[in-house]
T-cell receptor, first 112, second 113 residues
Framework: GEDVEQSLFLSVREGDSSVINCTYT??????LYWYKQEPGAGLQLLTY?????DMKQDQRLTVLLNKKDKHLSLRIADTQTGDSAIYFC????????????FGKGTTLSVSS | SAVISQKPSRDICQRGTSLTIQCQVD?????MFWYRQQPGQSLTLIAT?????????ESGFVIDKFPISRPNLTFSTLTVSNMSPEDSSIYLC??????????FGPGTRLLVL
């Protein structure tokens, strides 16, 4: 079945760049998403990328997709303490608009 | 984008009772889903809420335990029936907008004693 894998923890210093990695198994994935969950809060959609794209940039966020290796990454430039949260990678198998398959989440800790 | 609200935001319930969670979307959406996030875990899909028909449940989830309604394109409910402490989780509603991106509600934090 489909599977999404992420590393569990990442620790960076304020001002550095953070790179959160994700691998997935379903080659037919259409959309790939990054969500942010702050403590005690719901999921906030950060960004998404369509499977025919290689890169998407949105302010401090850069998403890179290597479809051949089924690897997705989220780069946060100039990481701030407010970026401390859990980041979930998710995919939609087969077609957009269907339920998401989530990774276990990467906890990003930003120290000042 | 779609803005999703859920009620209640949190609750503490006694085992054996039932709780109904409401999900309201500010615009008509095609797909609505219910997820569960157990403590320290990722999200697991419970079911797809189908408008005007029975929900489609994932493996391990059944209608008797998690009845779902979706009477129209903007509203859905999830009931957690005959609760036990193992049902303590965050329950999240999500919806897909016309751009086919999926947005989430703030979640309902349930503690069963």
């Amino acid at each position: 079945g489909e599977d999404v894998e992420q590393s569990l923890f990442l620790s960076v210093r304020e001002g550095d760049s953070s790179v959160i990695n994700c691998t997935y198994t379903d080659s037919s994935s259409t959309y790939l998403y990054w969500y942010k969950q702050e403590p005690g809060a719901g999921l906030q959609l950060l960004t998404y990328i369509f499977s025919n794209m290689d890169m998407k940039q949105d302010q401090r966020l850069t998403v890179l997709l290597n479809k051949k290796d089924k690897h997705l990454s989220l780069r946060i430039a100039d990481t701030q303490t407010g970026d401390s949260a859990i980041y979930f990678c998710a995919e939609t198998p087969n077609q957009a608009g269907t339920a998401l398959i989530f990774g276990k989440g990467t906890t990003l800790s930003v120290s000042s | 984008s779609a803005v999703i609200s859920q009620k209640p935001s949190r609750d503490i319930c006694q085992r054996g009772t039932s709780l109904t969670i409401q999900c309201q979307v500010d615009s008509q959406v095609t797909m609505m889903f219910w997820y569960r996030q157990q403590p320290g875990q990722s999200l697991t899909l419970i079911a797809t809420a189908n408008q005007g028909s029975e929900a489609t449940y994932e493996s391990g989830f059944v209608i008797d335990k998690f009845p779902i309604s979706r009477p129209n394109l903007t509203f859905s409910t999830l009931t957690v029936s005959n609760m036990s402490p193992e049902d303590s989780s965050i329950y999240l509603c999500s919806a897909t907008d016309s751009q086919e991106t999926q947005y989430f509600g703030p979640g309902t934090r349930l503690l069963v004693l």
